[in-house]
């Protein structure tokens, strides 16, 4: 066997065992707007360059679906192919909208080619339509969802839609809440999937002990749960994270020094070690939504609203701080200690004296709940059930139809339809209801999640874009073939 493609094998290796790392990224904007190409170039390249931590530069979407089109492919992709940004693609499942999202897929692959296939992790066929699909979900109005058999046809249609394309060897998988993956009703799902998607938001567990201090223990009860439901299959931690400002919810206070504790005790472990897409980079913009989760403000920038060294980095941690120091008081959105403007929200309990609910709540073109802190729910996790900027649902949550509707822009979800659409962002929550959500993100990688770069690609390109993913169990996978070639 020649040296390079000895090199090209180990490489090849090491790019399949690295754990992927990156953002959530919505269609729209806080105000409805869809996002455009530059848009979401401009953001990959900002998540590659935040200071204080480096590598995020993979991106999980919601939808294959350009918004204001019917089934054009998201502009996302070209953006990803031009910032070298990983994909973890979404079709959204719920709504009755499966054959535009399969007819967007189909031409992303003829119209890009390997230079987009060879950027996928994997898929995900919907995105918690089983949680919404429940009875917890129900009494929080979360949106309409589809059932465990629904959600196995649309697997089958998007295996049977790749087979025999250069995409045909993507994993697939399914993104919802542990309690959804935890319900026996679900497991032709988990039998369905090569991997399960985890969303978990301790600051929601409104019914628990939920303050900073408790978050972790919360986050790391809810993703054993979910790995024991799975098996031997994988789990993804495909959605967290902790608000910057918004509503207190029970004991959890939104705030950067909170947000920052939440990174370095849930991030920070899972960085590198499991597939995880944080939610979110930037949710704030042009308008702030309650909560608003952005690890940057309102304007895109890659000094952080909080530090994101991770403890024990080598970054320098006085660097990192005194930049997001400078990001925070030069941004006028999410850390506004003022509140000038906010529409809904407490300051009691904020840390700081940041007001918790200083984020505008009621982003102009769009309706958002607000969160009770009160609320009698066991609900634990992503519960999510109001998005109006950030994820991508619809423009205006409607609390009596159960979904997120729009009746002005072409290609959303229209006022007479009754399911969720994937345009719109996050902008709250209601959780007045005793749901028992328990939402939690969960993560792993494999060589299922190989972005292309096999054996028969050059080894000069393999090793360029494998060197950064080199440790661990990886050099000695390169060190196995080096020996190997020494015996020669």
């Given at each position: 066997?020649?040296?390079?493609?000895?090199?090209?094998?180990?490489?090849?290796?090491?790019?399949?065992e690295?754990?992927?790392?990156?953002?959530?990224?919505?269609?729209?904007?806080?105000?409805?707007?869809?996002m455009?190409?530059?848009?979401?170039?401009?953001?990959?390249a900002?998540?590659?360059?935040?200071v204080?931590?480096?590598?995020?530069?993979?991106a999980?979407?919601?939808?294959?679906?350009?918004?204001?089109?019917?089934?054009?492919?998201?502009?996302?992709?070209?953006?990803?192919?031009?910032?070298?940004?990983?994909?973890?693609?979404?079709?959204?499942a719920?709504?009755?909208?499966?054959?535009?999202?399969?007819?967007?897929?189909?031409?992303?692959?003829?119209?890009?080619?390997e230079?987009?296939?060879?950027?996928?992790?994997?898929?995900?066929?919907?995105s918690?339509?089983?949680y919404?699909?429940?009875?917890?979900?129900?009494?929080?109005?979360?949106?309409?969802?589809?059932?465990p058999e629904?959600?196995?046809s649309?697997?089958?249609?998007?295996?049977?839609?790749?087979?025999?394309?250069?995409l045909?060897?993507?994993?697939?998988?399914?993104?919802?809440?542990?309690?959804?993956?935890?319900?026996?009703?679900?497991?032709?799902?988990?039998?369905?999937?090569?991997?399960?998607?985890?969303?978990?938001?301790?600051?929601?567990q409104?019914?628990?002990?939920?303050?900073?201090?408790?978050?972790?223990?919360?986050?790391?009860?809810?993703?054993?749960?979910?790995?024991?439901?799975?098996?031997d299959?994988?789990?993804?931690?495909?959605?967290?994270?902790?608000?910057?400002?918004?509503?207190?919810?029970?004991?959890?206070v939104?705030?950067?020094?909170?947000?920052?504790?939440?990174?370095?005790?849930?991030g920070?472990?899972?960085?590198g070690?499991t597939?995880t897409?944080?939610?979110?980079?930037?949710?704030?913009?042009?308008?702030?939504?309650?909560?608003?989760?952005?690890?940057?403000?309102?304007?895109?920038?890659t000094?952080?609203?909080f530090?994101?060294t991770c403890?024990?980095?080598s970054?320098?941690?006085?660097?990192?701080?005194?930049s997001?120091?400078?990001s925070?008081?030069?941004d006028?959105?999410?850390?506004?200690?003022?509140?000038s403007?906010?529409?809904?929200?407490?300051?009691?309990?904020?840390?700081?004296?940041?007001?918790?609910?200083?984020?505008?709540?009621?982003?102009s073109?769009s309706?958002?709940?607000t969160?009770?802190?009160?609320?009698?729910?066991?609900?634990?996790?992503?519960?999510?059930?109001?998005?109006?900027?950030g994820?991508?649902?619809?423009?205006?949550?409607?609390?009596?139809?159960?979904?997120?509707?729009?009746?002005t822009?072409?290609?959303?979800?229209?006022?007479?339809s009754?399911?969720?659409f994937?345009?719109a962002?996050?902008?709250?929550?209601a959780?007045?209801?005793?749901?028992?959500?328990?939402?939690?993100?969960?993560?792993?990688?494999?060589?299922?999640?190989?972005?292309?770069?096999g054996?028969?690609?050059?080894?000069?390109?393999?090793?360029?874009?494998?060197?950064?993913?080199?440790?661990?169990?990886?050099f000695?996978?390169?060190?196995?073939?080096?020996?190997?070639?020494?015996?020669?």
């Amino acid at each position: 066997m020649h040296l390079s493609h000895l090199l090209a094998f180990a490489l090849s290796l090491a790019t399949s065992e690295a754990a992927y790392k990156g953002f959530n990224y919505g269609a729209a904007k806080s105000d409805g707007s869809s996002m455009q190409q530059s848009d979401f170039q401009s953001q990959f390249a900002t998540a590659k360059k935040l200071v204080g931590t480096s590598g995020f530069n993979s991106a999980r979407l919601y939808t294959m679906i350009q918004g204001g089109t019917t089934n054009t492919p998201i502009s996302a992709i070209p953006a990803a192919i031009a910032e070298e940004t990983s994909l973890l693609l979404g079709l959204w499942a719920s709504g009755g909208g499966m054959d535009n999202e399969l007819a967007a897929l189909k031409s992303a692959i003829s119209q890009y080619g390997e230079s987009f296939t060879k950027l996928v992790v994997g898929i995900s066929v919907g995105s918690e339509d089983l949680y919404r699909n429940s009875q917890e979900g129900a009494q929080v109005d979360a949106g309409v969802g589809i059932g465990p058999e629904e959600l196995v046809s649309y697997i089958k249609e998007v295996r049977s839609a790749i087979a025999g394309t250069s995409l045909s060897g993507a994993s697939i998988g399914h993104v919802d809440t542990w309690t959804a993956w935890t319900n026996g009703s679900n497991s032709a799902a988990i039998d369905a999937v090569d991997w399960l998607g985890f969303d978990g938001y301790p600051y929601y567990q409104s019914s628990m002990s939920n303050s900073i201090s408790d978050a972790k223990a919360l986050f790391d009860e809810s993703v054993a749960k979910t790995k024991a439901a799975a098996g031997d299959k994988e789990v993804w931690i495909t959605e967290t994270g902790w608000p910057v400002s918004g509503d207190t919810q029970n004991l959890a206070v939104a705030s950067p020094e909170n947000a920052k504790t939440y990174w370095d005790e849930v991030g920070c472990p899972l960085f590198g070690e499991t597939n995880t897409w944080w939610y979110i980079l930037q949710d704030a913009n042009p308008s702030t939504p309650n909560p608003s989760f952005g690890v940057v403000g309102s304007t895109l920038s890659t000094s952080p609203l909080f530090n994101l060294t991770c403890p024990g980095d080598s970054t320098s941690s006085k660097s990192s701080s005194t930049s997001a120091s400078s990001s925070t008081a030069s941004d006028s959105v999410a850390v506004s200690s003022t509140a000038s403007g906010s529409a809904s929200g407490s300051a009691s309990g904020s840390a700081s004296g940041s007001a918790s609910g200083s984020a505008s709540g009621s982003a102009s073109g769009s309706a958002s709940a607000t969160p009770s802190s009160t609320a009698s729910s066991t609900r634990v996790g992503a519960s999510k059930p109001t998005f109006s900027a950030g994820k991508g649902m619809g423009n205006s949550f409607n609390s009596t139809r159960g979904g997120y509707l729009n009746s002005t822009t072409a290609g959303y979800r229209n006022s007479t339809s009754t399911g969720a659409f994937p345009f719109a962002t996050k902008s709250g929550s209601a959780s007045g209801a005793s749901s028992t959500k328990v939402g939690s993100p969960a993560g792993g990688s494999g060589a299922s999640s190989s972005t292309g770069s096999g054996a028969s690609s050059s080894s000069s390109a393999l090793a360029a874009n494998s060197a950064a993913s080199l440790s661990g169990s990886t050099f000695g996978a390169v060190v196995a073939v080096c020996a190997f070639m020494i015996a020669l």
